[in-house]
């Protein structure tokens, strides 16, 4: 198993884990739409970490395909995280990092778009 399988099998984890806690214990003391953010920041942690594990246990190298998985890892931070934070704290100004992180996926579907080119037969 490769560090990028690694790496999202822990955010998936993690994932879940986060998930649960909201559903438990968010429920009654977040807002419905701070859940809602809250619920987004895991369903898109959840997708990425399912892209990390599937890169890492594909036959991509190299440097495009380093830089998906990284590209993807730092998107969870900061797109799932501001959320997370955003919704726990209600300081809208987190908000601000999200696109951020949502530019981080959009840069790791493409440069794994350009590695799965590179490497097919």
């Not at 987004?40 to 190299?62: D, K, M, N, P």
């Not at 998985?69 to 990092?97: E, M, Q």
């Not at 696109?99 to 996926?105: D, E, N, S």
Request: proline share 2%.
């Amino acid at each position: 198993m490769t560090f990028f399988a690694r790496l999202g099998a822990a955010f998936g984890f993690l994932g879940v884990a986060l998930g649960a806690f909201g559903a438990h214990a968010l429920k009654e003391r977040l807002a419905p739409d701070m859940m809602a953010i809250y619920q987004t920041g895991v369903l898109y942690q959840l997708i990425h970490a399912l892209g990390l594990l599937a890169l890492g246990v594909s036959r991509f190298e190299g440097k495009i395909a380093r830089a998906s998985g990284c590209l993807f890892g730092a998107g969870i931070v900061l797109f799932s995280g501001s959320l997370y934070a955003l919704a726990l704290t209600g300081v809208k100004l987190l908000g601000a990092v999200t696109p951020l992180g949502g530019v981080c996926f959009l840069g790791g579907w493409a440069a794994l778009f350009v590695a799965a080119n590179r490497d097919r037969p």
